[in-house]
């Protein structure tokens, strides 16, 4: 069967080599399509695992998503230090060559008007927990409850601290988030992060990306340093450089909050 | 910058961007699987057999309190 074409980033064209080392999903070479001033980067994938129903049945494996996301980003990481790649959503894939081609000629007016947007830009991540304060131990053992009256009344107690931790921790991050989206040419926010999944600790309360110019990033991420101990119970965490992965939809980056 | 370069990247952050950003082609020269909603769903379905074999954390009470996003 013909192999089928991955796409990863569709960039303008670029002079610089890539590392002659780097490799596509399932460790096939990179190739480049060029069409009408865009060029798409794209590797060989086998049908039978990127057709659509074998895809489809991977990706309630979560170790193959694993292997094919960190693939696709060490692609687009690649071509950050080249160029200002547009990524793809994970998984586009075309039949052929003359898909690819088909694709570039349809949607480049968008193309170039997503890749001037974030042209010289990248995407940082920053995230908010609020962590509850568990009680020690051994004050907690010398709390133990006398009577059933005491038991409700620090069981009371300790639901008001968690509600102002809350509430503590909701304002902090709808400042945070003020505060950078006015540092930034755009924000957006993503739902808050599955503690299941990224096994962090503490509540998830703010998980939001910013497309920040390059030469702004500096300024960007000692800001959001800044807010690090500032406020007990609340952790700020910073990831970045990305490429504007989170900026890639017509609507999302107008600046505007996408709420 | 090249600090937070080196560190590597939780699964996490890579799937919020990978699966909920990206240029998504809807041409009918695709196959489709880039499909917002479909990937969306098959999420889901990763995320909650993840939740089967590791036991949920406590459900806080914040989770409410969380800032929405759209």
Same mark, same amino acid.
């Given at each position: 069967?013909?192999?089928?074409?991955?796409?990863?980033?569709?960039?303008? @064209?670029?002079? %610089? /080599?890539?590392? #002659? $080392?780097?490799?596509?999903? +399932?460790?096939?070479? =990179?190739?480049?399509?060029?069409?009408?001033?865009?060029?798409?980067?794209?590797?060989?994938?086998?049908?039978?695992?990127?057709?659509?129903?074998?895809?489809?049945?991977?990706?309630?494996?979560?170790?193959?998503?694993?292997?094919?996301?960190?693939?696709?980003?060490?692609?687009?990481?690649?071509?950050?230090?080249?160029?200002?790649?547009?990524?793809?959503?994970?998984?586009?894939?075309?039949?052929?060559?003359?898909?690819?081609?088909?694709?570039?000629?349809?949607?480049?007016?968008?193309?170039?008007?997503?890749?001037?947007?974030?042209?010289?830009?990248?995407?940082?991540?920053?995230?908010?927990?609020?962590?509850?304060?568990? @009680?020690?131990? %051994? /004050?907690?053992? #010398? $709390?133990?409850?006398?009577? +059933?009256?005491?038991? =409700?009344?620090?069981?009371?107690?300790?639901?008001?601290?968690?509600?102002?931790?809350?509430?503590?921790?909701?304002?902090?991050?709808?400042?945070?988030?003020?505060?950078?989206?006015?540092?930034?040419?755009?924000?957006?926010?993503?739902?808050?992060?599955?503690?299941?999944?990224?096994?962090?600790?503490?509540?998830?309360?703010?998980?939001?990306?910013?497309?920040?110019?390059?030469?702004?990033?500096?300024?960007?991420?000692?800001?959001?340093?800044?807010?690090?101990?500032?406020?007990?119970?609340?952790?700020?965490?910073?990831?970045?450089?990305?490429?504007?992965?989170?900026?890639?939809?017509?609507?999302?980056?107008?600046?505007?909050?996408?709420? | 910058?090249?600090?937070?370069?080196?560190?590597?990247?939780?699964?996490?952050?890579?799937?919020?961007?990978?699966?909920?950003?990206?240029?998504?082609?809807?041409?009918?020269?695709?196959?489709?699987?880039?499909?917002?909603?479909?990937?969306?769903?098959?999420?889901?379905?990763?995320?909650?057999?993840?939740?089967?074999?590791?036991?949920?954390?406590?459900?806080?009470?914040?989770?409410?309190?969380?800032?929405?996003?759209?």
């Amino acid at each position: 069967m013909n192999q089928l074409r991955y796409v990863y980033a569709v960039c303008r @064209p670029f002079e %610089a /080599a890539l590392q #002659a $080392d780097l490799v596509g999903v +399932g460790g096939a070479p =990179l190739k480049q399509l060029a069409h009408g001033g865009l060029v798409a980067v794209l590797s060989h994938v086998p049908p039978e695992d990127f057709g659509y129903e074998p895809f489809k049945a991977h990706l309630e494996d979560l170790d193959w998503v694993s292997e094919t996301a960190r693939a696709h980003q060490s692609v687009i990481a690649a071509l950050t230090t080249v160029t200002c790649p547009l990524p793809l959503r994970l998984g586009t894939v075309f039949r052929d060559d003359s898909g690819v081609r088909t694709m570039l000629e349809d949607e480049g007016e968008q193309l170039r008007a997503l890749l001037a947007r974030i042209d010289g830009r990248v995407e940082w991540g920053v995230k908010v927990y609020a962590e509850p304060v568990e @009680p020690a131990g %051994a /004050a907690a053992a #010398a $709390d133990r409850p006398a009577s +059933g009256r005491d038991y =409700l009344r620090m069981r009371r107690t300790r639901r008001q601290d968690a509600d102002r931790l809350w509430a503590r921790a909701e304002s902090f991050a709808q400042q945070l988030h003020t505060d950078l989206a006015a540092r930034s040419a755009a924000s957006r926010l993503h739902p808050p992060q599955n503690p299941a999944l990224s096994r962090a600790e503490g509540q998830n309360v703010l998980n939001a990306a910013y497309l920040v110019g390059r030469s702004d990033s500096e300024e960007f991420v000692e800001c959001v340093e800044r807010t690090k101990d500032q406020e007990p119970g609340l952790r700020v965490e910073l990831t970045g450089p990305w490429a504007a992965y989170s900026f890639s939809d017509p609507d999302s980056g107008t600046g505007e909050e996408a709420r | 910058m090249t600090v937070i370069e080196r560190r590597e990247i939780a699964l996490v952050d890579l799937l919020d961007r990978l699966l909920a950003g990206g240029v998504v082609i809807t041409g009918d020269v695709t196959l489709r699987i880039a499909d917002v909603d479909l990937v969306r769903i098959d999420l889901n379905a990763l995320i909650s057999s993840v939740n089967e074999q590791v036991p949920s954390p406590f459900d806080l009470p914040g989770a409410a309190g969380a800032i929405e996003a759209r």
